[in-house]
T-cell receptor, first 112, second 110 residues
Framework: DVKVTQSSRYLVKRTGEKVFLECVQDMDHENMFWYRQDPGLGLRLIYFSYDVKMKEKGDIPEGYSVSREKKERFSLILESASTNQTSMYLC???????????FGSGTRLTVV | GENVEQHPSTLSVQEGDSAVIKCTYSDSASNYFPWYKQELGKGPQLIIDIRSNVGEKKDQRIAVTLNKTAKHFSLHITETQPEDSAVYFCAALDDYKLSFGAGTTVTVRA
């Protein structure tokens, strides 16, 4: 069964900390994505990557960066965490363009 | 970019009745429309999808219809069961990216 694994289910960080959210997929997918999910707003795209070392901004990239050094791993970085980044973060991957996504279980991040 | 609107935001149905969720999209270039179900504490899971060259698709109790001219698509769940209670998201794909609706919380009353 195909899998997208997010390293943490729950995370509590302090304001100003640098935060790393890790995502690994075992399906040899080309594309990987980071979304954040907030009540009433659905899923909003932060960044995506269509190849190793490639990245593209999504709809809400401010305050975030990403890294994709290997095909199977896509990291989301909060350079200086703020309370408005408290959210559920979802990683997803897809085989290639115009294919559906497989999601991880999510990381619920609380910034205090 | 693509804008997807989803209605209603909440839906309560009696067990055995049907549930319908509707979505509209803005970008006529979008060509793939998946539906995801998210249960509590889990990531969204694909339940059904439709591509732009098809008008309707069915899988057991769930079906999706697409009207490209009007730029809207709908999810239909028949004979609802308690395990259908979840949050449902529609989405539209343009090239690499999926744009999602805000979600519908479906509650099936026993």
């Amino acid at each position: 069964d195909v899998k997208v694994t997010q390293s943490s289910r729950y995370l509590v960080k302090r304001t100003g900390e640098k935060v790393f959210l890790e995502c690994v997929q075992d399906m040899d997918h080309e594309n990987m994505f980071w979304y954040r999910q907030d009540p009433g707003l659905g899923l909003r795209l932060i960044y995506f990557s269509y190849d190793v070392k490639m990245k593209e901004k999504g709809d809400i990239p401010e305050g975030y960066s990403v890294s994709r050094e290997k095909k199977e791993r896509f990291s989301l970085i909060l350079e200086s965490a703020s309370t408005n980044q408290t959210s559920m973060y979802l990683c997803a991957s897809s085989l290639r363009a115009r294919y559906g996504y497989t999601f991880g279980s999510g990381t619920r991040l609380t910034v205090v | 970019g693509e804008n997807v609107e989803q209605h209603p935001s909440t839906l309560s149905v009696q067990e055995g009745d049907s549930a319908v969720i509707k979505c509209t999209y803005s970008d006529s270039a979008s060509n793939y429309f998946p539906w995801y179900k998210q249960e509590l504490g889990k990531g969204p899971q694909l339940i059904i999808d439709i591509r732009s060259n098809v008008g309707e698709k069915k899988d057991q109790r769930i079906a999706v219809t697409l009207n490209k001219t009007a730029k809207h698509f709908s999810l239909h769940i028949t004979e609802t069961q308690p395990e259908d209670s979840a949050v449902y998201f529609c989405a539209a794909l343009d090239d690499y990216k999926l744009s999602f609706g805000a979600g519908t919380t479906v509650t099936v009353r026993a």
